[in-house]
């Protein structure tokens, strides 16, 4: 089974930026959606941010205009570039790959935004 790798986690002080990205094993990623979920203390995990296959993006209203989900398929890879990051921003973040029956998740990589 295909499996995700994710990095770029950190502490970043409120109004900084981070990078995240997931890099799948398998080329099965080319024709994979990709979505980034996260989990806060106490939540449930919730949808980031999502793009097809052909490229379209949706975003969670809380992070439109600040998040930017894209992928490069000859890299097999996924990034989330955050910008103006906020306290409530702060969770593990989890990157997922859905293709016909398969329903793939990373391991997660932890954010924290300090105020």
């Known amino acids: 089974q295909v499996q995700l790798v994710e990095s770029g986690g950190g502490l970043v002080q409120a109004g900084g930026s981070l990078e995240l990205s997931c890099t799948a094993s398998?080329?099965?990623?080319?024709?994979?959606?990709m979505n980034w979920y996260r989990q806060a203390p106490g939540k449930s995990r919730e949808l980031v941010a999502h793009?097809?296959?052909?490229?379209?993006?949706d975003y969670a209203d809380s992070v439109k205009g600040r998040f930017t989900i894209f992928r490069k398929n000859g890299k097999k890879t996924l990034y989330l570039t955050m910008n103006m990051l906020k306290p409530e921003d702060t969770a593990v973040y989890y990157c997922?790959?859905?293709?016909?029956?398969?329903?793939?998740w990373g391991q997660g990589t932890q954010v924290t935004v300090s105020s």
């Open positions: 997922n790959l859905r293709w016909l029956h398969d329903n793939v």
């Open positions: 398998d080329t099965i990623f080319e024709v994979s959606t």
């Open positions: 793009i097809t296959a052909a490229g379209d993006t």
